[in-house]
């Protein structure tokens, strides 16, 4: 399924374009590669050692991933390097509010922090969504010029990736196992059904999460007056199901 054959019948390897792409664009100082921990991160992870580029990979420490996911990066990939935020997630939310599909602050701040003035490798992929189908190879963050994207897996389907990680046997973290199409922030708008799932399954966080939300209320902002609580509030998020699609283009990992 990594050949691909074109209109004019010339057949592709998907993993040796993959390969070269990394190979061309390859910098001095190195890459910067983006590692999140998900199924496509570990695919250019090992793409990249297969094109034995030079990198040093960075996993952006969100403070809010799920517990698995963390322990999966420490001990299947000891060579990243764990980016802590100036704050904590929650403690930011105090401040700047709880993030909505069209508000979505905390992904500029806790996940694509890093890579300026470097060549950074994605595991962005057109089939992810209709708004990623415009993407192309080699691009210039429009948010900071400095940086430039290289994405090796754009053109592979879930299916590829999977059978990549199958062929090359890969770990991979185990919540995949348990139904988890995307890894990421806990809880995250744009998680869908997980949302309420990973509440049952992760109660201390829900904790933390109304605690914050109790101190967002407490602020007294008229836009807290429509709930009488931050538990209130903080269920309300959570049931939060407006659809939306992802105008952002350096909305990386999953």
Sequence with gaps: MLLETDMFGMVYDKVKDSIQLLKDFEPEDGYY??????????????????????????????????????RFIRNEHPDVKFDHPEKPFLRKMETKGFPQR?????????????GSGRKV???????????RAGRRPVEICY?????????????????EVWEFIKVENLP????????????????????????????????????AFIRAFETLHA?????????????????????????????????LFE
């Design 33 to 70: 590669l983006a590692f999140s921990g998900g199924k496509d991160s570990i695919c250019i992870k090992r793409l990249a050692d297969m094109a034995a580029v030079k990198y040093d990979a960075h996993y952006n420490v969100t403070t809010i991933d799920p517990p698995e996911l963390v």
């Design 102 to 114: 069209q508000r979505r602050w905390c992904c500029e701040l806790y996940k694509e922090a890093g």
């Design 121 to 131: 490798v994605t595991g962005v992929r057109k089939a992810e969504s209709a708004k």
């Design 143 to 159: 948010k900071d010029k400095s940086k430039t994207y290289v994405n090796p897996i754009i053109n592979w389907s879930d299916n």
């Design 172 to 207: 991979y973290c185990s919540l995949y196992d348990e139904e988890w199409n995307r890894i990421g922030c806990l809880f995250c708008p744009m998680a869908g059904k997980h949302r309420l799932a990973s509440a049952k399954r992760y109660p201390r966080m829900v904790k």
């Design 219 to 251: 602020t007294g902002r008229d836009s807290m007056k429509r709930w009488q609580n931050g538990e209130e509030m903080f269920w309300w998020w959570m049931k939060e199901d407006r659809k939306s699609e992802d105008p952002d283009q350096t909305v």
